[in-house]
């Protein structure tokens, strides 16, 4: 896989990804190591699981598979006070030990929290029998909630958390939810503190009553550009406009810019080699007069919207500071895919707007559609699926009726899926370079998983760090991941016994992980914490 910000194109679908809104909705499931003499039964709750009004009791079958729709619980129990995250209702599924009215219902065995996904109208789930796992008894408490970015209101994947005084720690799911995997002492107050990366830690206190669960929600703060005081933007939307690239004189003293290009591999490195000098003393350096002119506080960088290098990138390396820390800002090219195809891309710069109106602007020229099934589609990644969209009516991106509006996530990308009538076409992403010292953490589930590197950097894969997942010599047993060839996502590896990545036999294999997005078929049935930091994997 070669493309590393431009685009994986040229697949074509069928069918939209966006399913019918059903007015029901099923879970189906199966627990794990299930015997048929077991008398446990699941629970389904969403604040009380102690009362046998508020939840459900869902009978399984004696092959340890069973399947329940979420409106008995949500609308047949009206005391419920339902938490909703981003407009869906969450709920808590627990497997009880020692089901029975002569035996108290002691030891939940394994707990775990989910969020409709109204798009595909049903959800698949996976439990296991943990012994000695879950809240050990009803007289507890339960902790759990989400935690999203107070700027873009998007939910946070991969965010620490932690409780005191009893230590207990788990991390956000794909969807921003978490749930401590035990019960808390009631009558004490609990800290509950919540750490992502580029966000500010938050710390809450919350009270916890015999039964019941409380909920713990966190906006965290940051999350955007950190002002480093080196700006870039596009001055226009239109084929061969400009780009401008600013500094804040207080912030950034005098500084020397140097300019790195590429092919669109993603070469971006903070060691000096490739980098030339292209302004220093206020003025152009002689061999780029005819490629830049000055600006105000910045230099202007001529034809480079739709157009020009694949990848661009831009250091200011104030007097007397050193080269390898300098700020940076960049851009790239992405190539859609006209005749009505899919693109799947991603921004590898720092932190962008959610609103993809905000990144795209009115690039491209596409034709306008009066309604969603007539015009340019942009969906986003949220459960397991493309279940987010937005069509391009002309002036701007807005949500399709019925759907929540597509948002960026620099981790998982957009998918664009053009008219018949479109011709391939290029735009321009801009922003600032995500650190290399900084950490990007994935949260990996079950099934599918879409992931990228919101770095402009290849990266080779098995350099990149993988916790746990499901490893095994045989590729139809193992976790695997699929890159884009010829028009689809025809590459593929899969994840030894040793922990290794080798191709798919008869296959071609994925060796790179960049900023084009990838697919990710785990297998295993607790997430996977996949975390990647460039800097600590030998990319500087």
């Given at each position: 896989?070669m493309?590393?910000v431009?685009?994986?194109?040229g697949?074509?679908?069928?069918?939209?990804?966006?399913?019918p809104?059903?007015p029901?909705?099923?879970?189906?499931?199966?627990?794990n190591?299930?015997?048929a003499?077991?008398?446990?039964?699941?629970?389904?709750?969403?604040?009380?699981y102690?009362?046998?009004?508020?939840?459900?009791?869902?009978?399984?079958?004696?092959d340890?598979t069973?399947?329940?729709n979420?409106?008995e619980?949500?609308y047949?129990h009206q005391k419920?006070?339902?938490?909703?995250?981003?407009?869906?209702?969450v709920f808590i599924?627990?497997?009880v030990?020692h089901?029975?009215?002569?035996?108290p219902?002691?030891?939940m065995g394994?707990?775990?929290?989910?969020?409709?996904?109204?798009?595909k109208?049903?959800?698949?789930?996976?439990?296991?029998?943990?012994?000695?796992g879950?809240?050990?008894?009803f007289?507890?408490?339960?902790i759990a909630?989400?935690?999203s970015?107070?700027?873009?209101?998007?939910?946070?994947?991969?965010?620490?958390m932690?409780?005191?005084p009893?230590g207990?720690?788990?991390?956000?799911?794909?969807?921003?939810?978490y749930l401590?995997?035990?019960?808390?002492?009631t009558g004490n107050?609990?800290g509950?503190?919540?750490?992502a990366?580029?966000?500010?830690?938050?710390?809450?206190?919350?009270?916890?009553?015999?039964t019941?669960?409380s909920?713990v929600n966190?906006?965290?703060?940051?999350g955007g550009?950190?002002d480093?005081?080196?700006?870039?933007e596009?001055?226009?939307d239109g084929?061969n406009?400009s780009t401008?690239?600013?500094?804040?004189?207080?912030?950034?003293?005098n500084?020397a810019i140097?300019?790195?290009?590429?092919?669109?591999?993603g070469?971006?490195?903070?060691?000096p080699?490739?980098w030339?000098?292209v302004?220093?003393n206020?003025?152009?350096?002689?061999?780029?007069?005819?490629e830049f002119?000055?600006?105000?506080?910045?230099?202007?960088?001529?034809?480079q919207?739709?157009?020009g290098?694949?990848?661009?990138?831009?250091k200011?390396v104030?007097q007397?500071?050193?080269f390898?820390?300098?700020?940076?800002v960049g851009k790239v090219?992405?190539v859609?895919?006209?005749?009505k195809?899919?693109t799947?891309?991603n921004?590898?710069?720092?932190?962008l707007?959610g609103?993809?109106?905000?990144?795209l602007?009115?690039?491209?020229?596409?034709?306008?559609?009066?309604?969603?099934?007539?015009s340019?589609?942009?969906f986003?990644?949220?459960?397991?699926g493309w279940?987010?969209?937005?069509?391009?009516?002309?002036?701007?991106?807005?949500?399709?009726?019925?759907?929540?509006?597509a948002?960026?996530?620099?981790?998982q990308?957009?998918?664009?899926?053009?008219k018949?009538?479109?011709?391939d076409?290029v735009?321009s992403?801009v922003?600032?370079v995500k650190?290399?010292?900084?950490?990007?953490?994935y949260?990996?589930?079950?099934?599918?998983?879409v992931?990228?590197i919101?770095?402009?950097r290849?990266?080779?894969?098995?350099?990149i760090?993988?916790?746990?997942?499901?490893?095994n010599d045989?590729?139809?047993q193992?976790d695997r991941?699929?890159?884009?060839?010829?028009?689809g996502f025809n590459?593929c590896s899969?994840?030894?016994a040793?922990?290794?990545?080798?191709?798919q036999?008869?296959?071609?294999?994925?060796?790179v992980?960049n900023?084009?997005p990838?697919y990710?078929?785990?297998?295993?049935?607790?997430p996977?914490?996949?975390?990647?930091t460039p800097?600590i994997?030998?990319?500087q």
């Open positions: 896989m493309i590393a431009a685009a994986i194109t697949a074509t679908f069928a069918a939209d990804p966006q399913a809104t059903m029901f909705y099923w879970v189906n499931g199966k627990i190591n299930w015997t003499t077991d008398t446990r039964k699941l629970i389904v709750f969403n604040n009380d102690g009362s046998t009004v508020n939840n459900l009791q869902v009978t399984v079958n004696s340890g069973f399947k329940f979420i409106y619980l949500k047949f419920e006070n339902w938490l909703e995250v981003d407009g869906k209702p599924m627990a497997i030990r089901w029975g009215s002569s035996t219902p002691l030891n394994t707990a775990e929290i989910a969020s409709v996904n109204w798009d109208g049903y959800i698949d789930v996976d439990l296991s029998l943990v012994t000695g879950g809240p050990n008894d007289s507890g408490g339960m909630g989400y935690v970015s107070e700027a873009t209101k998007q939910m946070i994947a991969g965010a620490g932690s409780e005191l009893d207990a720690a788990t991390t956000t799911g794909a969807n921003g939810v401590f995997s035990q019960t808390f002492n107050d609990h509950v503190t919540a750490v990366s580029s966000y500010d830690p938050a710390t809450k206190s919350t009270a916890v009553s015999p019941k669960v909920w966190f906006a965290l703060k940051g550009i950190v480093t005081g080196l700006y870039i596009r001055d226009g084929l406009a401008t690239i600013s500094w804040a004189p207080l912030m950034i003293n500084p140097w300019m790195l290009t590429g092919s669109g591999v070469v971006y490195t903070d060691a080699t490739n030339v000098k302004y220093e206020g003025a152009i350096e002689s061999a780029y007069t005819g002119t000055l600006a105000a506080n910045g230099i202007t960088h001529q034809g919207v739709g157009a290098y694949a990848e661009v990138y831009y200011a104030a007397g500071g050193v390898a820390t300098a700020p940076a090219n992405v859609v895919a006209g005749g195809k899919w799947l891309f921004s590898p710069f720092l932190a707007p609103d993809p109106n905000l990144i602007g009115k690039q491209g020229a596409y034709t306008p559609g009066s309604e969603p099934a007539t340019v589609r942009i986003s990644f949220e459960n397991s279940n987010r969209v937005s069509y391009y009516d002309g002036n701007s991106w807005v949500a399709v009726p019925g759907a929540n509006a948002i960026s996530d620099p981790q990308g957009l998918y664009l899926l053009t018949s009538t479109d011709a076409k735009f992403i922003g600032n650190p290399l010292n900084t950490v990007s953490a949260t990996i589930t079950q099934n599918w998983n992931v990228g919101p770095y402009p290849q990266m080779d894969l098995n350099l760090k993988l916790d746990v997942g499901t490893k045989n590729w139809e193992a991941v699929y890159g884009r060839l010829n028009n590459t899969f994840l030894k040793d922990g290794t990545w080798a191709p036999p008869g296959v071609t294999g994925v060796d992980i900023a084009t990838l990710y078929r785990s297998r295993t049935v607790n996977i914490n996949w975390n990647l800097s994997q030998g990319y």
